[in-house]
């Protein structure tokens, strides 16, 4: 990411802004991934880039044993007390580490996800390293929501989110260019994970979407919570000006929408399942 290096801040204080900031995956997901792999409520699971337990929870009640990894302390602090509250916790490991530091003497895994997480990591490495902790037979799921989607024009019950306008304030505050922890993205993350894939020994992919569309009601709070939980807005970045910057954020809110309430269409999900090329000779941990 031309020189970009990642670092400890990287989401520094986002990781209580995260599960009720960020849109839900479409519902069904879990259901949807159980089929098209063959889940059985054994083997286990690898989520890297865990965050505060997004994917790895839903899906624990088809696994065995779930394995989180993430960098964040607060993410893993965040998913460790949602593991208890979703009655998991007996199942589940939560490891903080950078995906780059696998295969931490984890073993081996049925099924590794990335929940949008695969552009923060030296991906040619992770991706080979992942494809051997995979059991034969094993699998690999890109998660991501699906971008651009053509929603019918319909009368929302409240305004929509002002992205654009918070965009804006975001920059006024911290600078035109992407920020991302320490440094500075000025072309976003990358690209290109089916030639990622591929180059590390991976067939496919199988192509799931599984639909949203529900129309979600937003808080200003949850929006609030929106903004602090990404990467280019994390709170660290604002420092002294962080206070000054919420004030304005929420003054922009209820301008938008007086009565502290938005519309949001619910993304739909889409999956690109890997295998391990049959035949393709790898490291086994």
Do not use: N
Not at 84 to 109: N, S, Y
Not at 257 to 276: D, K, N
């Amino acid at each position: 990411m031309d020189g970009w290096e990642w670092d400890e801040t990287l989401f520094a204080g986002a990781a209580r802004y995260y599960a009720r900031g960020r849109l839900p995956y479409a519902p069904g997901l879990a259901d949807a991934l159980a089929g098209a792999l063959g889940l059985d409520g054994r083997g286990r699971l690898l989520d890297v880039g865990c965050g505060p337990g997004t994917l790895a929870l839903p899906l624990a009640h088809w696994f065995g044993e779930v394995v989180g990894v993430d960098p964040d302390s607060g993410m893993i602090a965040e998913a460790r007390s949602a593991a208890v509250a979703a009655g998991v916790a007996a199942k589940a490991t939560w490891l903080r580490a950078r995906a780059e530091e696998l295969p931490a003497g984890l073993g081996t895994f049925t099924v590794a996800v990335f929940g949008q997480s695969f552009h923060w990591m030296d991906r040619d490495l992770v991706a080979r390293t992942v494809r051997g902790m995979l059991r034969p037979g094993g699998a690999l799921a890109h998660v991501a929501d699906a971008k651009a989607e053509p929603w019918p024009a319909e009368e929302l019950p409240h305004p929509a989110v002002p992205h654009a306008a918070l965009d804006e304030l975001v920059r006024r505050y911290l600078g035109p260019v992407r920020r991302a922890g320490r440094g500075v993205l000025p072309r976003g993350t990358p690209s290109g994970e089916a030639e990622v894939f591929a180059r590390a020994g991976f067939t496919g992919p199988e192509r799931l979407v599984v639909p949203g569309g529900r129309v979600l009601r937003r808080t200003w709070d949850d929006v609030v919570a929106d903004v602090f939980s990404k990467s280019y807005s994390a709170p660290h970045l604002f420092g002294p000006r962080r206070a000054a910057f919420e004030a304005d954020l929420r003054a922009l809110l209820r301008a938008a929408s007086p009565s502290g309430c938005f519309a949001a269409h619910q993304p739909s999900t889409e999956v690109f399942l890997w295998r391990p090329s049959p035949g393709r000779d790898g490291d086994e941990y």
